[in-house]
C-alpha cells in the first residue's frame, strides 16, 4: 500500500515538473499582461460605439479606423486568441513598434502610422534616407529577445512626425534564436551588405527574380542612382 502511495506521489510530482518547464519555455502565457495596461482610453467595448470604416480585412482579421479618434486603429481578430496580452507585451516592450493602448479578447487598440514600406515604395517615394531608417529599425530589431517572425513590407510602418520607421504585427514572435556569432556577425556588416541581407529576409518565398530586382532597386536607391524603367520595377513588385 505505501509503495503505490508513494508511486502514486513520484507520478504526480513527474507531471508538475513538466508542466512547469513547459511553461517555462512558452512565451504565450494567459493573462501575463493583465493588469499592466496604460493610458486606456476605450473602456467597456464603447470602442464598438466609435468603429468607423474598415480600411483592411483578411480571414483572421480586420482593421478598423475610429470616427471620433484618427490617433489609433482597431485591430479586431476573427476568432479569439489567447495570446492578445502575449503580443501586447513584446510589442511594447521593443521599443519599435506603435503602443498598444487597450486590448480584449478579440481585439486591440494601436497607435496609428502613417503608411506601409509597401505604399512607400509603390508611390515612388523610397530613397536613401528612407533606407538608412529601414536597417536602423532592423539592427535594433537583430536586439530584440524576440524574434518577429512575419517581417514583410506591410509590417514596416512609416512614422512621419518621428521620420522612422516602427514594426507591427508580433503574433508569430518568439524567443530570438539568433546565436552570438550570427548577431556579431550581423552587427559587423556594413550598410550594404546588411540590406542585401534583410531584402532577402524580407522576401522569402518570392520567385529569385522578384528578389534580384528588389536588391538591385535597392542598391540603386541607396546609392542615389537613377532606376531605368522604374515604373515597370514598380508594376512588378505591386503585384505582391
Known sequence: MNNILILIILVIL????????????????????KGDKTDIIYKNDIYKGDKGDIIYKSNKTEIYN????????????????????????????????????EY?????????????????ILQGEMDANILHKFLEINR???????SHNDLHWDNYLWDLNNKEFKIIDWEKANINKIN?????????????DYLILKIKETTVGLHEMVIEQAIKYSLSKYDNEKIENEEEILLLFSQF
Open 14 to 33: 513527474l507531471f508538475s515538473i513538466i508542466k512547469y518547464i513547459s511553461n517555462k519555455n512558452n512565451i504565450y502565457k494567459s493573462d501575463i499582461y
Open 66 to 101: 475610429f470616427k471620433n479618434n484618427n490617433k489609433y486603429l482597431l485591430k479586431k481578430f476573427i476568432k479569439k486568441k489567447n495570446t492578445i496580452p502575449d503580443q501586447v507585451k513584446i510589442n511594447n516592450e521593443s521599443n519599435v513598434s506603435p503602443k498598444i493602448i
Open 104 to 120: 480584449g479578447k478579440d481585439y486591440y487598440i494601436i497607435e496609428k502610422m502613417d503608411k506601409t514600406l509597401k505604399n512607400i
Open 140 to 146: 535594433k530589431i537583430d536586439k530584440y529577445k524576440y
Open 180 to 192: 552570438k556569432i550570427n548577431k556579431i556577425n550581423r552587427s559587423n556588416l556594413n550598410d550594404r
